[in-house]
């Protein structure tokens, strides 16, 4: 007997999960000589998580993981597909969602489909897609599907180090959900480009031309954005589409001012649709610079980042709370924005509402889509409980963030190593590596939740 067709498919239920520890920008300007305001304005960072030796991809995934599964209810029984989107790799053949199989044993399910999905920061926008089309298929078999995100963002020595972070997303995939996926409203963008990459297998830092990824990410805003307005013009038959069809927009943030950058673009990709409407008359000196000219045209995006103000603290701004003070989640970085959004906005003010999201992965990987608001999110909001989480966090000082960091690199890729970070740190249901054998085989345990 088949399996009804599902309706609404898309986000039943989302958590995060991000260390208890940060350091604080202000003081990592003055602590690394830089110029005040370096990281905080220029970058528009205000903290950023981190973890020492006792927490890896695996360890956090497992977290987020059990820890969703325990705030919702939710047994592992129900779940039929587990789909992991990440960067973070510490087995070129061993995949995430294999360890975390662990915790499907006392469920005795062992029938979970899925895999990880590797693109930089879009790896997880890929795995929700997948859990997405497999619950609107002939293939679903009537379970739910899981989807972890996330990932450990660090850089070497520098000025990449300050927009690195940790984070991991779950997500909760079925139908009737209250985040309803807009199938097919979808834009993509794909193209080779060596912006941001990780060739070096024996370090956890990536390559990163810097002024490159910059480019490459408004590249991507202008493509996946357009092709989602004509998406939106000839499947929901809206004519003249434009940001004024979008009620939220969500950006992956590597560090919030570029998200404001990318709202900016979206608008001056209107302009460009639309030169005459009453909206751009302070703009009209850029209607005849051709679009391939405008990348690095710095007064073009400082002119659409002010004529953009209004509308991006309306329909933005409120999605930043999260990578302003935990940084870059990577994969997770946009999921993290859709959770910062619902935890600061009432259901009243999104019920019906459109949710734009706008991913990307360097190299390059990018996706705008939308869900609209189709049920009550206030039990969800009460969940995330962002704000109270993210206050009670332990501050570090610089220099030990920095000690921290040294060890992350002098023990990548040990073995027959037991870590020496103290897990007396660690939050309640935190996951966390015991030891490393010979063979590279890693031990886990966890803290209690009481």
Not at 135 to 150: E, F, H, Q
Not at 331 to 348: D, K
Not at 365 to 378: E, H, I, L, M, N
Request: proline share 4%; aromatic share 10%; net charge neutral.
């Amino acid at each position: 007997m088949s399996t009804p067709r599902a309706e609404n498919v898309g986000i039943l239920a989302i958590d995060v999960y991000f260390p208890s520890r940060y350091v604080d920008q202000t003081e990592l300007e003055q602590h690394d000589g830089v110029s005040a305001g370096k990281y905080t304005i220029g970058l528009g960072q205000s903290k950023m998580a981190f973890c020492d030796d006792r927490e890896d991809i695996s360890s956090v995934s497992m977290t987020a993981v059990q820890g969703f599964m325990e705030k919702y209810n939710i047994s592992y029984s129900d779940i039929g597909r587990l789909e992991v989107g990440t960067e973070t790799i510490i087995d070129k053949s061993k995949s995430t969602k294999t360890v975390l199989m662990k915790l499907f044993e006392e469920s005795g399910n062992f029938n979970v489909e899925g895999i990880d999905t590797t693109n930089a920061c879009y790896g997880g926008t890929s795995a929700l897609f997948n859990a997405c089309q497999w619950v609107d298929s002939a293939a679903w078999d009537g379970r739910l599907a899981l989807v972890v995100a996330g990932d450990i963002a660090v850089y070497g020595k520098g000025a990449a180090r300050p927009s690195g972070g940790v984070g991991t997303a779950c997500i909760l995939v079925g139908p009737n959900a209250p985040l309803a996926l807009e199938f097919p409203l979808r834009g993509t963008f794909m193209e080779h480009i060596y912006d941001f990459y990780k060739p070096n297998m024996s370090s956890e830092f990536p390559t990163v031309d810097g002024p490159l990824s910059v480019t490459s990410y408004v590249r991507a805003v202008d493509h996946a954005y357009s092709a989602y307005l004509d998406k939106l013009e000839k499947v929901a038959g809206i004519a003249n589409p434009s940001l004024a069809d979008l009620d939220y927009v969500v950006f992956h943030s590597p560090y919030t001012k570029q998200v404001v950058k990318g709202f900016a673009r979206m608008v001056y990709n209107d302009f460009l649709r639309n030169p005459e409407a009453k909206a751009f008359a302070e703009v009209q000196q850029f209607k005849d610079i051709l679009r391939e000219e405008s990348y690095g045209n710095k007064v073009l995006e400082k002119a659409f980042i002010n004529v953009s103000k209004s509308e991006f603290a309306s329909k933005t701004e409120s999605s930043l709370l999260a990578a302003r003070n935990i940084g870059n989640m990577y994969t997770g970085s946009v999921f993290f924005g859709l959770a910062s959004l619902i935890s600061q906005t009432p259901f009243e003010k999104l019920n019906g509402k459109r949710i734009a999201l706008f991913s990307y992965g360097s190299g390059c990987a990018a996706s705008t889509y939308s869900f609209r608001v189709r049920g009550d999110t206030s039990n969800i909001a009460r969940t995330i409980d962002l704000a109270a989480r993210l206050d009670k966090r332990i501050k570090v000082a610089p220099a030990d963030f920095e000690k921290v960091m040294e060890l992350r690199e002098k023990t990548h890729n040990a073995q027959e190593y037991e870590p020496t970070g103290n897990i007396n740190e660690l939050q309640p249901g935190t996951y966390y590596l015991q030891k490393i054998d010979s063979k590279w085989r890693r031990a886990y345990g966890r803290i209690p939740l009481n």
